[in-house]
Antibody
Framework: EVQLVESGGGLIQPGGSLTLSCVAS????????MNWVRQAPGKGLEWVSV???????YYADSVEGRFTISRDSSKNTLYLQMNSLRADDTAVYYCATRKGNTWTFDYWGQGTLVTVSS | QSALTQPASVSGSPGQSITISCTGT?????????VSWYQQYPGRAPKVMIY???NRPSGVSTRFSGSKSGNTASLTISGLQVEDEAAYYCSSYRSSNTLVVFGGGTRLTVL
């Protein structure tokens, strides 16, 4: 059974840094296209980043240069390093797998809340 | 403002059919058949209901169907049920730095 469990969220001051983790089971993160998607409180979904099987990484314009996606195959874990955090980064962050060669997200974690506030 | 445009809300009675539209551009919906629809209950993670415009994942009711014409995609739910009351989001691949864009979401109320 595929399972994704995020952790690492919390309250952080503007300008601070935080690293989110997503532990996967039932499949290997190294063999999948792994994504981060976020949702601000009461708002819609926003794609954040993807890491491909060949380690290529891509980011939304809103986080380019501040966030870094990575993975540790030995721990079967996906990460999101977030720097220079701003109030508008406040959101529930979900990790999600991409289904095959489509651009749909078929498995999602339960999410972890990041609150950027002084 | 979201990249894809959806109505904020729609409503229907049990047994009726409703359609939710999702309008994009020639850089996303108009060119690529990578439109997905997600259902989300409050406090829960999204669940994919339609992928690649009109495909249903295993286990999703046949009451859910998707289509696309030009820059607009649509999700139709037939035989509305109370449990269909949720938020629905469309998404599409986009040829830009931001590879995936979402709609702002549509809240479905089953009266």
């Amino acid at each position: 059974e595929v399972q994704l469990v995020e952790s690492g969220g919390g309250l952080i001051q503007p300008g601070g840094s935080l690293t989110l983790s997503c532990v996967a089971s039932g499949f290997t993160v190294s063999g999948s296209y792994m994504n981060w998607v976020r949702q601000a409180p009461g708002k819609g979904l926003e794609w954040v980043s993807v890491i491909y099987r060949d380690d290529s990484t891509y980011y939304a314009d809103s986080v380019e240069g501040r966030f870094t996606i990575s993975r540790d195959s030995s721990k079967n874990t996906l990460y999101l390093q977030m720097n220079s955090l701003r109030a508008d980064d406040t959101a529930v962050y979900y990790c999600a797998t991409r289904k095959g060669n489509t651009w749909t997200f078929d498995y999602w974690g339960q999410g972890t809340l990041v609150t950027v506030s002084s | 403002q979201s990249a894809l445009t959806q109505p904020a809300s729609v409503s229907g009675s049990p047994g009726q059919s409703i359609t939710i539209s999702c309008t994009g551009t020639s850089s996303d919906i108009g060119t690529y058949d990578y439109v997905s629809w997600y259902q989300q209950y409050p406090g829960r993670a999204p669940k994919v209901m339609i992928y690649d415009v009109s495909n249903r994942p295993s286990g999703v009711s046949t009451r859910f169907s998707g289509s696309k014409s030009g820059n607009t995609a649509s999700l139709t739910i037939s035989g509305l049920q109370v449990e269909d009351e949720a938020a629905y989001y469309c998404s599409s691949y986009r040829s830009s730095n931001t590879l995936v864009v979402f709609g702002g979401g549509t809240r479905l109320t089953v009266l």
